[in-house]
Nanobody, 124 residues
Framework: QVQLAESGGGLVQAGGSLRLSCAASGITFSVYGMGWFRQALGKEREFVAAIHWSGRSTNYADSVKGRFTISRDNAKNTVFLQMNSLKPEDTAVYYC?????????????????WGQGTQVTVSS
């Protein structure tokens, strides 16, 4: 079964950290670029971070640069998003997505597979 499953969301105070995971199944994970997107209540989905299928390059939204780090473990078919110095404006549902032979684009339309999302809530 082709599936992306996010985990690691939760409630954290401002300034805290969370680590999101996204486990892939049913695909050859190592040939997919992986991205993280988020959607806050009442807002459009936005790009957060992405990583090349080989892991050799990454791409970040300006709003998270220096605070978030994306990484991947191809042996475990998993992509991670380490989120530090969290702010209330980071509150959203976070989705991981897969792009075949992807280099880490910020364009949501390039991603062919999406997870169900995990809620991240940052309290002030």
């Amino acid at each position: 079964q082709v599936q992306l499953a996010e985990s690691g969301g939760g409630l954290v105070q401002a300034g805290g950290s969370l680590r999101l995971s996204c486990a892939a199944s049913g695909i050859t994970f190592s040939v997919y670029g992986m991205g993280w997107f988020r959607q806050a209540l009442g807002k459009e989905r936005e790009f957060v971070a992405a990583i090349h299928w080989s892991g050799r390059s990454t791409n970040y939204a300006d709003s998270v640069k220096g605070r978030f780090t994306i990484s991947r473990d191809n042996a475990k078919n998993t992509v991670f998003l380490q989120m530090n110095s969290l702010k209330p404006e980071d509150t959203a549902v976070y989705y991981c997505a897969a792009e075949y032979r992807g280099w880490g684009t910020a364009s949501a339309g390039a991603y062919v597979l999406w997870g169900q999302g995990t809620q991240v809530t940052v309290s002030s």
